[in-house]
């Protein structure tokens, strides 16, 4: 008990060093959904790490990505988990290499899947990485913001159903991942461009990419009508809120939205 104490508050240290937008909803739920999401965000943000890390080719993170997914589609070999690492271990962050504590987190009856869609999402990230990230057309971006974004809504939404029965569509929960990514490709259009990577379909203006984000949260909207649970709900609303003004600001100009802004949202959201 005392080492599953040491380790929520491990995790509660991470996250809030890794997402600045999943963060302040996760301590708003109730346990044990404060501990469930936040764990199960870890694992999905430990291999996200691996996928972004700007010093790992292409091939050693087509290689740990595939092997991960392996890993997390059986009972979790922490050891081999490990030793796959090994060799990478002083580049990669806290979060990634520990991917086998936060599994042990998650609670028995809503593990396997989250284990499931990490895995998919792993499995997703090295194709794309094989294919150097090049997306042509809105067939590409669908995909890819599928694998990065869209399984967490799958994700959140297992965790509803198993936490109190709510069921929700899985597409609009897929457009509520997907939508969050967007805002992520419209704010890092630049900074990915210097990087040599381009998440905007050929051909496409800037405008066409605010359209595929406004469209895509305009569904995670409609996500939301199935849940009925306060606390769930405030969860899901503050980072489609932030998303929604972040849209705003970079249509005005800005680069991201101020944190007064982001508390002045969030203490809305809460005091309704």
Not at 175 to 191: F, H, I, K, P, W
Not at 234 to 239: A, E, G, N, S, V
Request: charged share 30%; hydrophobic share 35%.
């Amino acid at each position: 008990m005392r080492e599953i104490k040491k380790l929520q508050k491990d995790a509660n240290n991470i996250l809030k060093q890794t997402s600045r937008t999943f963060y302040i909803p996760i301590t708003l739920l109730k346990s044990p959904l404060n501990q469930t999401v936040g764990s199960a965000y870890l694992c999905m943000r430990a291999v996200d790490e691996i996928e972004d890390h700007e010093e790992l080719d292409s091939e050693v993170k087509q290689h740990l990505l595939r092997s991960t997914s392996k890993l997390l589609k059986q009972d979790f070999d922490d050891q081999a988990y490990r030793q796959l690492l090994k060799p990478y271990k002083s580049l990669l962050p806290e979060v990634t290499l520990r991917l086998g504590d936060w599994v042990r987190l998650c609670p028995d009856g809503i593990v396997a899947n989250v284990k499931e869609s990490t895995s998919i999402m792993a499995a997703g990230m090295a194709d794309w990485a094989e294919k150097g990230w090049n997306i042509r057309d809105k067939a590409d971006l669908d995909d890819y913001t599928y694998y990065v974004a869209g399984l967490v809504g799958v994700m959140l939404s297992d965790i509803w159903e198993w936490y109190d029965g709510t069921k929700t569509d899985r597409e609009l929960a897929i457009s509520y991942g997907r939508g969050l990514q967007a805002v992520n490709v419209l704010r890092n259009q630049d900074e990915d461009s210097e990087r040599g990577v381009n998440f905007v379909p050929d051909g496409w203006t800037r405008e066409d990419m605010f359209r595929y984000t406004e469209k895509n949260l305009a569904q995670a909207d409609a996500y939301m009508k199935d849940i009925n649970t306060r606390t769930i709900k405030l969860f899901c609303r503050i980072p489609l809120a932030l998303a929604k003004r972040t849209v705003k600001a970079l249509k005005e100009g800005r680069d991201k939205i101020s944190r007064d802004e982001v508390e002045t949202i969030v203490d809305d959201i809460k005091n309704e």
